[in-house]
Each structure stands twice: as structure tokens, then as C-alpha cells.
């Protein structure tokens, strides 16, 4: 991952037909494919109604890892899911906010 510290994708225990996938570590270009590929494993492996990415561990969020979180909404959508965000970072958070992705990913308007 050429230097990168990495991300961690962990499911925890959630509410029946909801997922929650706890990720931690760095969400930039190179390990935005990892959250793809665990959203792309949880939606046909547990056929969610809900399904959460909790980034209270995660460290760095740049412009790449924001599209691999547009990708992941989508794919949620495709088969009737929905895929929110909880626990952001104040910096994540703040460029959720910036890039109008608030209400996309079901995040309160004020902190």
C-alpha cells in the first residue's frame, strides 16, 4: 500500500437487517478499494436494510476515500439499501459538510 497505514473494515453487532461495518485507519487512494470491496461482500452475504460505516477510527479522509464512499452509497442504493455514516472525525465531518454529502450519508446538519 505504498506507505500507507492502512485500513481495517470489522463488522459489529447491529440492530436485525442492519450491517455495521467499523473502519479504521487511512481512507484515501490507496485503500479506497478496501471499503468498497467490504461493502460489496456485506450486501449480498447479509441482504441489509440498512448498513452502516462507522469512521470514528478513521485517521485520514482525503478526496479519494469521499468517492469510495459516493461508490459504496451507490451500490448500497442499487439493491435497496441504505448505507449512512456515523461517528466522523471533525475534519471528515467538516468535508462531508463542504461537499454537500451530509444528507447523502444521513449525517446531522450541525455539530
Excluded at 485503500?31 to 467490504?38: F, G, H, P
Excluded at 485520514?60 to 468517492?67: H, K, R
Aim: net charge negative; aromatic share 4%; proline share 7%.
Amino acid at each position: 500500500m505504498d506507505g500507507s497505514a492502512g485500513l481495517s473494515a470489522r463488522l459489529e453487532p447491529a440492530p436485525p437487517d442492519t450491517v455495521v461495518i467499523r473502519l479504521a485507519g487511512e481512507l484515501d487512494l490507496a485503500t479506497r478499494e478496501q471499503v468498497t470491496e467490504a461493502v460489496r461482500a456485506v450486501l449480498p452475504a447479509f441482504h441489509p436494510e440498512a448498513l452502516v460505516l462507522d469512521l470514528d477510527a478513521v485517521t485520514v479522509l482525503d478526496s479519494a476515500g469521499i468517492g469510495a464512499l459516493v461508490g459504496c452509497w451507490k451500490l448500497a442504493a442499487g439493491v435497496g439499501c441504505v448505507l449512512s455514516l456515523r461517528n466522523p472525525r471533525p475534519l471528515a465531518y467538516a468535508q462531508l459538510e463542504l461537499t454537500g454529502l451530509l444528507d447523502v450519508f444521513a449525517l446531522p446538519a450541525a455539530r
